[in-house]
């Protein structure tokens, strides 16, 4: 069992008997009144995305889902390739199940599947992902005193707003929950 507040997106849940996966989970907090957490549940049957409010102190129940650690090789149409590291197994993966992390990703990227009764239910990209930045304007002078954002894409073709200072070929550290520029990698 696990309390609502600490619901956070990818995280699989079981909700009225139905195995669901955290689309979105904000916290909100109104003045006075009883703070709730607003969710978008995923359920993984139907494909349905729906509303949920709970009370920070409700209860989920969490179903036992293995999580095991694949290579990401490939994509090939709405299906993306993964290898287990282990036995070099490969398999495929639906596009549903990789979702936004689709945008951060590059070969031979290293990703953590959940697997729930032989299915694989979840997709997950470390928190952070070194990038190469492949396009971006150049930078106006005196910019750097309003600090005005950039847009820049990175070798993945993912647009990322970026300080005015980078520049193509250098390489960006991405937060993959948020899609944020977090630094200049090292």
């Known amino acids: 069992m696990i309390k609502a507040v600490d619901l956070r997106k990818g995280k699989t849940v079981l909700h009225e008997g139905e195995l669901c996966i955290i689309h979105e989970a904000q916290h909100v907090a109104k ?3 009883r703070s709730y957490m607003q969710t978008k549940l995923k359920n993984f049957k139907t494909g349905t995305i729906s509303d949920v409010r709970f009370s920070v102190d409700d209860r989920l129940e969490v179903p036992y889902v293995e999580q095991k650690q694949y290579e990401f090789l490939y994509k090939e149409g709405s299906q993306f390739v993964v290898m287990d590291s282990e036995s070099f197994d490969q398999l495929t993966v639906h596009a549903d199940i990789v979702g936004d ?5 590059r070969p031979n990227e290293k990703v953590t599947v959940e ?3 032989g299915l694989m239910v979840s ?6 992902v070194e990038l190469l930045v492949t396009d971006a304007p ?5 910019a750097t005193a309003t600090n005005q954002m950039k847009e820049a894409i990175v070798e993945t073709g993912a647009k990322v707003r970026v300080p005015p200072f980078i520049e193509i070929g250098n390489r960006i550290c991405i937060d993959t929950r948020s899609g944020e520029y977090l630094e200049r990698a090292k």
């Open 123 to 128: 997709f997950v990209l470390p928190n952070t």
């Open 101 to 105: 992390a689709a945008q951060w990703l």
């Open 31 to 33: 003045g006075n009144k």
């Open 115 to 117: 697997i729930f009764n």
């Open 138 to 142: 150049p930078a106006i002078k005196g």
